[in-house]
């Protein structure tokens, strides 16, 4: 299965095979760091409402992939980018906290969520995989084919749970240091 991926016509596909497995490694990775208080519980982040509530966005998304593949990879990416923001702008101490916008640009986002614990190199690293993918459908260098595109949504979905999980896990443990 894992060869049928990267098998498929276009060279979207054989780098979204690689992008693919780079985020199921991130979900495993980050599946380890898993902390909890002493009780097994712990405050909800702020974020992790809106988080909730955005994955219906990606539902969405993932309907427009057979009509429109390109849309969905590039919109996919706009989401996984604003709750990336909203949760990084939420960490930040009070004194230094600055809002990112959901245009906010993608390096200074994921430097806070890796310096706030909120993700792994593994993350980073599968995050910028698929930045890369949808620079070259945005900007016109490739077009994915619908199952590509909803593989995609999926995996960009999956990041922002993992993404999620982390930032409610730096709020218990902030919580539980206080």
Do not use: C
């Amino acid at each position: 299965m894992e060869q049928l991926r990267s098998v498929s016509a276009g060279s979207f596909a054989a780098e979204f095979g690689e992008a693919e497995r780079q985020v199921d490694r991130a979900i495993e990775a980050e599946a380890t760091r898993v902390v909890t208080d002493e009780n097994g519980s712990g405050p909800e982040a702020p974020s992790s409402a809106e988080t909730n509530r955005l994955e219906a966005g990606f539902k969405e998304i993932a309907l427009r992939a057979g009509e429109n593949p390109s849309y969905s990879v590039v919109a996919s990416w706009s989401l996984l980018g604003q709750i990336m923001a909203s949760i990084a702008s939420d960490l930040l101490p009070a004194n230094i906290r600055r809002p990112f916008g959901s245009g906010s640009s993608y390096l200074p986002v994921v430097k806070v969520l890796h310096e706030q614990g909120v993700i792994s190199d593994e993350t980073a690293a599968a995050l910028d995989s698929l930045r890369r993918l949808r620079n070259e459908v945005a900007h016109g260098a490739t077009a994915p084919e619908p199952g590509a595109a909803l593989a995609y949504v999926r995996s960009a979905n999956d990041l922002a749970e993992v993404i999620g999980s982390g930032a409610d896990m730096v709020w218990r443990r902030r919580r539980y240091e206080e």
